[in-house]
Nanobody, 123 residues
Framework: VQLQASGGGLVQAGGSLRLSCEVSGGTLRSYTITWFRQFVGNEREFVAGIGRHGTLYGDSVKGRVTISRDNAKNTVDLQMNSLKPEDTAVYYC???????????????????WGQGTQVTVSS
């Protein structure tokens, strides 16, 4: 399966962005699709995921982001609101057909990754 992330950009603090992950080469409903983000010099951090185990959100974004899936379009979107400068990062989408519920937050659980999309939040 191939993943294509888009929607990043520059936004002021308090603003919103909607990221999209287009999935090709596979049936979307067969996969858990997850968003991670990577700060400069750090490991990737779990943001949100959606799949057969339901939806899950990272603690640092809970209440400010919503992940959704459109099976007809084969896309998974991440709506981000009330953005903060500390949300500045490269955002990646990832897919796994085998991830178990307890491992969804771990980047090692995913073997398919899209290219990142940069999100920059100015203060």
């Amino acid at each position: 399966v191939q993943l294509q992330a888009s929607g990043g950009g520059l936004v002021q603090a308090g603003g919103s962005l909607r990221l999209s992950c287009e999935v090709s080469g596979g049936t979307l409903r067969s996969y858990t699709i997850t968003w991670f983000r990577q700060f400069v010099g750090n490991e990737r951090e779990f943001v949100a995921g959606i799949g057969r185990h339901g939806t899950l959100y990272g603690d640092s974004v809970k209440g400010r982001v919503t992940i959704s899936r459109d099976n007809a379009k084969n896309t998974v979107d991440l709506q981000m609101n009330s953005l903060k400068p500390e949300d500045t990062a490269v955002y990646y989408c990832a897919a796994s057909a085998r991830v178990i519920s307890s491992s969804r937050r771990s980047q090692e659980s995913y073997d398919n990754w899209g290219q990142g999309t940069q999100v920059t939040v100015s203060s």
